[in-house]
């Protein structure tokens, strides 16, 4: 069992950053490869990156490379995102997910373990 608090979401300026952290309980935190999807309002969710459970493979959607960077630190059991250049339509609750696909998983279904999600807004 793996629960999972997002946190580091507000409110920001387009251009700006923000750094969204994901703790996560339980031991095996360093078994889990990890993603964060976001959801806009009426919108379906979506992928926007994820790592591998070791940290050496990640993913990001086309829309988040150069601006978004995922890591994790496994003995502090965290996962975070890094999010630069930001833009309005990037507004959206974020949310952590973990999950033990052999692949770096971009569907929802594949991920076992969400958090509560965390809400970044951002003006223009």
């Known amino acids: 069992q793996v629960q999972l608090v997002e946190s580091g979401g507000g409110l920001v300026q387009a251009g700006g950053s923000l750094r969204l952290s994901c703790a996560a309980s339980g031991r095996t935190f360093s078994r889990y490869n990890m993603a964060w999807f976001r959801q806009a309002p009426g919108k379906e969710r979506e992928i926007v990156a994820t790592?591998?459970?070791?940290?050496?493979?990640?993913y990001y959607a086309d829309s988040m490379k150069g601006r978004f960077t995922i890591s994790r630190d496994n003995a502090k059991n965290t996962a975070y995102l890094q999010m630069d250049s930001l833009k309005p339509e990037d507004t959206a609750t974020y949310f952590c997910?973990?999950?033990?696909?052999?692949?770096?998983?971009?569907?929802?279904?594949?991920?076992?373990?969400w958090g509560q999600g965390t809400q970044v807004t951002v003006s223009s």
């Open positions: 997910a973990a999950g033990r696909s052999v692949i770096l998983a971009t569907k929802a279904a594949a991920y076992d373990y």
């Open positions: 790592i591998f459970w070791s940290g050496g493979r990640t």
